[in-house]
């Protein structure tokens, strides 16, 4: 790949009403930057958690947005502007995405 793989995590502080039992968007994000990064040592992967209260550009703010207005449940995993992911996410399910970018 060529270009870094952008993953981020998009969630807040407070967990969405269905999510209370699961771990929190930071640790979700953590979880992930830790799989990921073990799974596939030797790319050059981007991770960005996004506070969905404070997006600091336009991409995570329409994002962010988006999210509100169709109550997705969060943490939401968005890989390259793509939501992979919502609620409690499943490696399976993203590194299904990233291997379609590596064009396995």
């Keep these: 790949m060529s ?8 969630g807040a502080e407070v967990k969405c009403a269905s999510c209370v039992n699961l ?4 640790d979700t994000f953590e979880w992930i930057e830790a799989a990921l990064s ?7 992967f981007e991770y960005i ?3 969905l209260n404070a997006p600091t550009n336009d991409v995570e703010k329409e994002m962010s947005e988006r999210i509100v207005d169709e ?3 969060y943490p939401v995993v968005v890989i390259n ?6 609620g409690n996410p499943r490696l399976p399910d993203i590194y299904k995405k ?3 970018l590596q064009g396995a």
């Design 3 to 10: 270009n870094p793989v952008k993953i981020y995590v998009y």
């Design 23 to 26: 771990p929190s968007a930071i």
């Design 38 to 44: 073990r799974k596939y040592p030797e790319n050059n």
């Design 49 to 51: 958690y996004v506070d």
């Design 71 to 73: 109550d997705l449940f």
């Design 81 to 86: 502007e793509e939501i992979v992911a919502e």
């Design 98 to 100: 990233i291997e379609e």
